[in-house]
T-cell receptor, first 115, second 114 residues
Framework: EAGVAQSPRYKIIEKRQSVAFWCNPISGHATLYWYQQILGQGPKLLIQFQNNGVVDDSQLPKDRFSAERLKGVDSTLKIQPAKLEDSAVYLC?????????????FGPGTRLLVL | GEDVEQSLFLSVREGDSSVINCTYTDSSSTYLYWYKQEPGAGLQLLTYIFSNMDMKQDQRLTVLLNKKDKHLSLRIADTQTGDSAIYFCAESPLPGNQGGKLIFGQGTELSVKP
């Protein structure tokens, strides 16, 4: 079974530029999560989708971050415009269904550096 | 509030036992987890414990939960150099968390010396 795929693996941009990350979850997984992991910290949930609907986006900085999951499969996370403090690893995870009993499987992450 | 705390570093010798500790604040959490992160890789679920248990053993891993003190620990027996990684404790708080949102600690970097 293929794991969660993410691209690109690395991205370097200047502040005020835009950037987009892509995630392909495990086939058949209804729930998709985007986490932000700042260096030296644990991951923090940004947004959670159940199929193509948003379950939780309370921690997403909506003035600059947006995410979508068209057709309930792949997802993109966008930052526009980027700030220095957005430098982090962006992790995508998926689970079969939502809920605390479901194992979340993580992708390798996209490492973003904002200069 | 939701907060998970871990010590930042642990160094052990190969063959010794490692104990990684974690404290959490949300007493409503039903599940508590341990994840492992190797350099350049995503997080891998190691084990989890349901809140009505106080111990769970899985091969070299033993999880202890003290719900009264909100303290969780992960013991790795016979630690190997391949166990060197960052270990994250996480909780799944309630109420309202039907989606399974995880709250992570800041991670403990385990260094295993030969």
């Amino acid at each position: 079974e293929a794991g969660v795929a993410q691209s690109p693996r690395y991205k370097i941009i200047e502040k005020r530029q835009s950037v987009a990350f892509w995630c392909n979850p495990i086939s058949g997984h209804a729930t998709l999560y985007w986490y932000q992991q700042i260096l030296g910290q644990g991951p923090k949930l940004l947004i959670q989708f159940q199929n193509n609907g948003v379950v939780d986006d309370s921690q997403l900085p909506k003035d600059r971050f947006s995410a979508e999951r068209l057709k309930g499969v792949d997802s993109t996370l966008k930052i526009q415009p980027a700030k220095l403090e957005d430098s982090a690893v962006y992790l995508c995870a998926s689970s079969r269904m939502g809920g605390p009993r479901e194992t979340q499987y993580f992708g390798p992450g996209t490492r973003l550096l904002v200069l | 509030g939701e907060d998970v705390e871990q010590s930042l570093f642990l160094s052990v010798r190969e063959g010794d036992s490692s104990v990684i500790n974690c404290t959490y604040t949300d007493s409503s959490s039903t599940y508590l987890y341990w994840y492992k992160q190797e350099p350049g890789a995503g997080l891998q679920l190691l084990t989890y414990i349901f809140s009505n248990m106080d111990m769970k053993q899985d091969q070299r891993l033993t999880v202890l939960l003290n719900k009264k003190d909100k303290h969780l620990s992960l013991r790795i027996a016979d630690t190997q150099t391949g166990d060197s990684a960052i270990y994250f404790c996480a909780e799944s708080p309630l109420p309202g968390n039907q989606g399974g949102k995880l709250i992570f600690g800041q991670g403990t970097e385990l260094s295993v010396k030969p």
